[in-house]
């Protein structure tokens, strides 16, 4: 279950994921967190699936395209990108439980909190060094970070398989996770903090808009 007291942070989050024979998939994302309530903003209008989707996924490789439909959906968003997407936005204070989707077409949607928190806490490193190696120490956005580097044993479909990861942390915060599956690195999935300010999230930032 997802823990309250978050710090005060707002970032600026880039995702990239990319596989074999597959368009390359980019995202960014706005997270704010303070207390027990976030908002995640996807400015590339995912959908909630694709966005917990990519945090969820065994393989720890983002969303994979499984089916022929899934592969016709990536080539036709690469050939044809919106430029000017309406975002998605996620809302969630843990402390009531109440958590809102916002979603880049439709109405919004009413659901739990810790459902949207991982979305959120994507962020925070928590327990993310355990099992690897710590190595260089270097200063990133402003914060002195440790990179931390291994080959971890993940499970799909009762299937073991292995990535490389490496994971730049500085508490409390994940600012970049580099994951290649280890017997075809041109499967990885990247996350990485881009921009980082504390102390500047206000209630404006987290409530949601009215219906």
């Not at 402003?142 to 990861?165: I, K, L, S, W």
């Not at 881009?194 to 949601?208: H, K, M, R, Y």
Request: charge should be negative; proline fraction near 9%; glycine fraction near 8%.
């Amino acid at each position: 279950m997802s823990q309250p007291g978050y710090p005060n942070v707002h970032v600026r989050l880039r995702v990239a994921q990319r596989a074999p024979a597959i368009p390359p998939r980019d995202s960014e994302l706005e997270i704010w967190l303070l207390g027990t309530r976030f908002h995640v903003r996807d400015l590339t209008g995912q959908m909630i699936q694709d966005i917990l989707g990519d945090v969820a996924a065994p393989r720890q490789l983002g969303v994979p395209a499984r089916t022929i439909e899934d592969l016709m959906d990536r080539h036709s968003e690469a050939q044809h990108p919106d430029v000017n997407p309406r975002p998605t936005e996620l809302f969630g204070d843990l402390s009531t439980g109440n958590g809102w989707v916002y979603p880049s077409e439709g109405d919004r949607k009413q659901l739990r909190a810790t459902r949207l928190a991982p979305a959120a806490e994507q962020i925070l490193a928590r327990d993310k060094a355990n099992g690897l190696t710590p190595g260089a120490s270097s200063t990133r956005l402003g914060r002195a970070a440790t990179e931390y580097r291994g080959v971890v044993t993940v499970t799909e479909d009762g299937e073991p398989y292995q990535n490389a990861v490496t994971r730049v942390i500085a508490p409390p915060y994940l600012l970049l996770e580099d994951i290649h599956d280890a017997a075809n690195p041109g499967m990885s999935y990247v996350r990485e903090i881009v921009a980082l300010d504390e102390g500047s999230v206000t209630d404006a930032d987290l409530t949601p808009p009215a219906p």
